[in-house]
C-alpha cells in the first residue's frame, strides 16, 4: 500500500499524464523507496532492540496506511504506516541506541545512494533512482530525529543530549548538501 501511495504521489506531480515506461520507473522508485526508507528502518530498530535481549516487533497502524493513501492524491505522503514496538529493554541507552538505529540507517544508506549518484559517472536512469532513493532517505533521516514525541529524535535525546545533536546536526547537513545539489526535496 506505501508503494502504491508513493506512485499515487509522483504521478500526481505529473498530473497523472506519463507513459507507460515512466510509469514503470516510477513504480520502481516507489518500490525501492518503501524498501529502504521503511522496511530497512523499522527492521534497524527491531535489530538492535533483540540484539539487547529486548522483544521488538512491527506494528501496523492501519489509520496511517489509509492516511498515507489518501494525502498521496496531492502529490505528497505523510506516511506513518506502523512502528516497531519495543519492550524488555529497561536501560536508557539501550532505548536510546535502538531509536537511533532506524533515522541512522536512513542517513547511512541515504548519504551512500545520493554521493554515488554525485560521484560515480552512470547513466541518466540510475542518477534519478539513486538521487530520489538516497534524497527520501535523507528526508525520512533528518525527519525522524525531530526531538519530537513520538518520533525517535525525542528518544535519542532523552538519552543523549550530545549524540542527538551530533546525529540531528549531520542530518540537516546532509539534507542541505542533497539539496543544493540534486534538488530532492
Not at 505529473?14 to 520502481?28: C, D, Q, R, T, Y
Not at 504506516?81 to 536510546?96: C, H, L, S
Not at 525520512?140 to 546525529?167: E, H, S, T, Y
Amino acid at each position: 500500500m506505501l508503494t502504491l501511495s508513493f506512485f499515487i504521489a509522483m504521478l500526481s506531480d505529473n498530473g497523472f499524464h506519463v507513459s507507460a515506461p515512466e510509469a514503470a520507473l516510477l513504480i520502481l522508485m516507489s518500490a525501492l523507496a518503501v524498501a529502504t526508507a521503511f522496511f530497512l528502518h523499522e527492521m534497524a530498530h527491531r535489530y538492535v532492540a533483540r540484539s539487547y535481549g529486548g522483544i521488538a516487533f512491527f506494528k501496523i497502524w492501519s489509520f496511517g496506511i489509509i492516511f498515507a493513501f489518501i494525502t498521496s492524491f496531492f502529490g505528497f505522503i505523510f506516511a506513518a504506516p506502523g512502528a516497531v514496538n519495543i519492550g524488555g529493554i529497561y536501560r536508557k541507552d539501550q532505548f536510546g541506541k535502538s531509536a537511533l538505529a532506524g533515522p541512522l540507517t536512513n542517513l547511512v544508506v541515504g548519504s551512500v545512494l545520493v554521493f554515488s549518484d554525485l560521484f560515480v559517472p552512470m547513466s541518466p536512469l540510475l542518477h534519478t533512482i539513486l538521487g530520489f532513493v538516497g534524497g527520501l532517505n535523507l528526508y525520512f533521516g533528518v525527519f525522524n530525529m525531530l526531538p519530537i514525541p513520538p518520533l525517535d529524535g525525542q528518544k535519542v535525546m532523552a538519552w543523549n543530549i550530545r549524540v542527538f545533536i551530533m546525529v540531528f546536526a549531520v542530518a540537516i547537513i546532509l539534507n542541505i548538501i542533497n539539496f543544493l545539489t540534486i534538488g530532492f526535496l
